[in-house]
């Protein structure tokens, strides 16, 4: 892979201020792509922005509640008319709340499947729309989107509807030439770990018995899957789900 191998592409990420989505921003603009930061912390958005500057690179930051339609077309309107067009969309924004099946509330429940389902669909809507020339959509789902985990019934079912919604707009937008795929992130540290974020003694003590190679992901090793994803060297990959879990879905890792 080249440093530039997404030059002359612009990529629209939701979620951009934090964990995941931020530090895919960085890594799509190391390789040349124009990058819209976008996110309901527009403030956080635009500290994202500021890095991608510092560093020589083109970005732009836009707030947006991926819950709404309008927002969402808003926002990728900015990125066709500031950057000229669209060619990378990734559908990052997303919540996360430890609640059983029998705990969680018709509020919570709604407000999950509003931001973590709902949001990604809208999104890859109004994206594919401004595909003109074909591209790439990538979805973050989780572990937790290919198989059950308790205390995490909402979360759960929203990250398994977003690896159903890949499947079949992979399948519809085939004849557009835009390619749709998902990443399944295991623990990786971002904000969304709570107050254990960045603790590297409390990460290891939690999670360090949950994957083979016993320990957390970094944000930055999702953002180089993610990267290849939306690149050419992926232009025969459509439909699929890329576990990044260091192989806590597939292997044991107890001896």
């Known amino acids: 892979m080249t440093t530039q191998q997404l030059q002359n592409r612009v990529a629209w990420i939701s979620g951009a201020a934090s964990g995941l989505g931020a530090a895919t921003a960085i890594e799509l603009a190391r390789r040349g792509a124009r990058v819209v930061c976008a996110d309901l912390n527009f403030e956080g958005a635009q500290d994202i ?3 991608i500057l510092d560093e020589g690179n083109e970005a732009l930051a836009s707030k947006c509640d991926t819950r709404s339609r309008e927002e969402n077309r808003r926002s990728i309107t900015e990125a066709v008319e500031n950057f000229g067009g669209l060619h990378i969309a990734y559908l990052n924004a997303g919540i996360g709340a430890l609640k059983g099946v029998l705990d969680t509330s018709d509020e919570e429940w709604q407000r999950m499947i509003d931001i973590n ?9 109004c994206a594919a729309n401004e595909m003109k020339e074909g591209g790439s959509i990538i979805a973050t789902s989780s572990i937790a989107g290919i198989r059950g985990t308790a205390n995490l019934s909402a979360y759960t079912a929203s990250k398994h509807g977003v690896l159903g919604l ?7 937008l085939a004849i557009k030439n835009i390619r749709v795929n998902a990443v399944c992130p295991g623990v990786i540290d971002t904000p969304i770990l709570g107050p254990v974020h960045q603790n590297s003694e409390q990460l290891e003590q939690l999670f360090s018995r949950l994957n083979p190679m016993k320990r957390v992901g970094q944000p930055e090793e999702v953002a180089k899957l993610v990267a290849f994803l939306a690149s050419d060297e992926a232009s025969f990959i459509t439909g699929n789900a890329y576990n990044i879990d260091a192989g806590a879905s597939q292997v ?4």
């Open 49 to 51: 922005c500021e890095k």
């Open 117 to 125: 389902l709902t949001g990604v669909f809208r999104g890859l809507q």
């Open 166 to 172: 890949v499947k079949s707009a992979a399948a519809d």
């Open 252 to 255: 044991l890792p107890f001896v």
